[in-house]
């Protein structure tokens, strides 16, 4: 998503940072309050960064794996032993129910930090400012490959339907008309994505991709002032945990 706020402005690489020590956290932080603290801190990372709304529909999308955390885990966690709630001839038991909490601080906490980087970095900023780094750039294309393979392909299937809406193709009704409008649409659909990734290729080609020089790069790098600082209390933070986590135990 575009945007100017701090997070947007910070270097893909910082990001990135943040992201690994948000996931590192995430299996590292014992118990139930410092996996909600840290859900806590990367929701106000995405509410700064203006992009909350836009992750509130991811967060939406997995609630029914999160409260399937709570109904299995709290029927059939081989720890039960003290009974919380029953509803008729259902029992959920205590230790379940805070396993499937802890499960799902963890899932949310996996999703917050991935969309920190997700939803304020674009692709191709992230890949070449990992090529600046000594990524091989045979590595960076397959990354970006990966990163713009879904967006590509609706977009190129969103123009093939119209395209074929206006030929008289009918590609919306029961469910008979839409498997009769398959093979039509994904011929084509598969079709220009063979004859894209050979146009790509020799594109790549005749602009030396395959050559051993050392690369150049057409922007400089801005890493604002604050990154630095970013990245040292990303890597406290997650000293921190390590430390706690190994008092504990």
């Known amino acids: ?6 997070v947007h402005r910070l270097d893909p690489v910082s990001k ?3 992201a690994a020590v948000g996931l590192a956290l995430t299996f590292v932080l014992p118990g139930h309050l410092a996996p909600a603290l840290l859900l806590a801190a990367a929701l106000a990372i995405l509410a700064t960064a203006r992009v909350l709304r836009r992750s509130g529909a991811v967060f939406a999308g997995v609630l029914l794996i999160a409260v399937t955390f709570f109904i299995v885990q709290g029927l059939v966690y081989a720890g039960n032993a003290t009974p919380a709630l029953t509803l008729g001839p259902v029992t959920f038991y205590r230790e379940g129910l805070l396993l499937g909490l802890r499960l799902t601080l963890r899932l949310y906490n996996i999703l ?10 674009r692709p191709s ?3 070449e400012s990992l090529m600046r780094r000594g990524l091989p750039s045979r590595f960076g294309y397959v990354i970006i490959a990966v990163l ?3 967006p590509v392909m609706v977009e190129a299937a969103g123009r093939i339907t119209d395209a074929q809406r206006s030929r008289g193709m009918e590609t919306e009704g029961s469910l008979w008309v839409r498997l009769r409008a398959f093979i039509p649409l994904m011929g084509p659909l598969v079709t220009s994505s063979l004859i894209a990734t050979e146009e790509r ?5 005749v602009r030396g991709f395959a050559s051993n020089r050392k690369l150049t790069f057409l922007r400089d790098e801005i890493i604002p002032g604050y990154a630095w600082p970013v990245r040292i209390a990303a890597l406290a933070a997650l000293a921190l945990g390590i430390a706690g986590r190994v008092m504990l135990s």
């Open 1 to 6: 998503m575009p945007g100017d706020s701090w």
């Open 16 to 18: 990135l940072l943040l």
């Open 112 to 121: 917050a930090s991935s969309l920190i980087l997700i939803l304020t970095t």
């Open 125 to 127: 900023d992230l890949v």
């Open 148 to 150: 713009q393979v879904i």
């Open 201 to 205: 290729a020799l594109a790549l080609e």
